[in-house]
């Protein structure tokens, strides 16, 4: 079983560069999310998207874009990377059922020189 | 609005101890409540879940009992293990305009020595 893969699982960028970050998750859920994880700040909310064409953004979006042209597929664009972006992101999904849990993806660990 | 505090860490604990982290949410309506484990060098992965009030999920050994009235989802294991090392998250789901959100407290790190 898949589940949730994300690409690269590391990546160094030098200030200024573009990359994109993948996610394809394999179970059909409806909702995916990017999240940022920070030392001593949990996981924050970057973008999310609820269904094929229907994304928003979350606590920390600056600096990040994301589209969702296939339920299975979420990738999040940094459009030109800065020192700050710094971290590891998670991408998850779930089903719309507020009752199930999220699945997480191995994590892209980013730094940005 | 809706938020979720989560006692600080790092915690350290030595094999076979009790262990507490405390969770509790602030929320205009009832979410489900989530534990989320991190393993060194993992994503997360679902620890156990309560959907309503009064409801304990439990895995591993773990508990944890969704309180209504203390608005609290407090993470227990009578006897800790090395293999318990971990990062932990609260997380409730709550509904919103749009669907609903998972939201994550700061995370606790326990470290189990022998």
């Known amino acids: 079983n898949a589940g949730v893969t994300q690409t690269p699982k590391f990546q160094v960028l030098k200030t200024g560069q573009s990359m994109t970050l993948q996610c394809a998750q394999d179970?059909?859920?409806?909702?995916m999310s990017w999240y940022r994880q920070d030392p001593g700040m949990g996981l924050r909310l970057i973008h999310y998207?609820?269904?094929?064409?229907?994304?928003d953004q979350g606590e920390v979006p600056n600096g990040y874009n994301v589209s969702r042209s296939t339920t299975e597929d979420f990738p999040l664009r940094l459009l030109s990377a800065a020192p700050s972006q710094t971290s590891v992101y998670f991408c998850?999904?779930?089903?719309?059922?507020?009752?199930?849990?999220?699945?997480f993806g191995q994590g892209t660990r980013l730094t940005v020189v | 609005g809706n938020s979720v505090t989560q006692m600080e860490g790092p915690v350290t604990l030595s094999e076979e101890a009790f262990l507490t982290i405390n969770c509790t949410y602030t929320a205009t309506g009832y979410p489900s409540l989530f534990w989320y484990v991190q393993y060194p060098g993992e994503g997360l992965q679902l620890l156990l879940k309560a959907t309503k009030a009064d409801d304990k999920g439990s895995n591993k050994g773990f508990e944890a009992t969704y309180r209504k009235e203390t608005t609290s989802f407090h993470l227990e294991k009578g006897s800790v293990q090395v293999s318990d090392s971990a990062v932990y998250f609260c997380a409730p789901r709550w509904v919103t305009g749009g669907g609903n959100k998972l939201t994550f407290g700061t995370g606790t790190q326990l470290k189990v020595e022998l």
């Open positions: 179970m059909n859920h409806e909702y």
């Open positions: 998850a999904s779930m089903s719309p059922d507020r009752n199930t849990e999220a699945f």
């Open positions: 998207s609820v269904g094929a064409g229907i994304t």
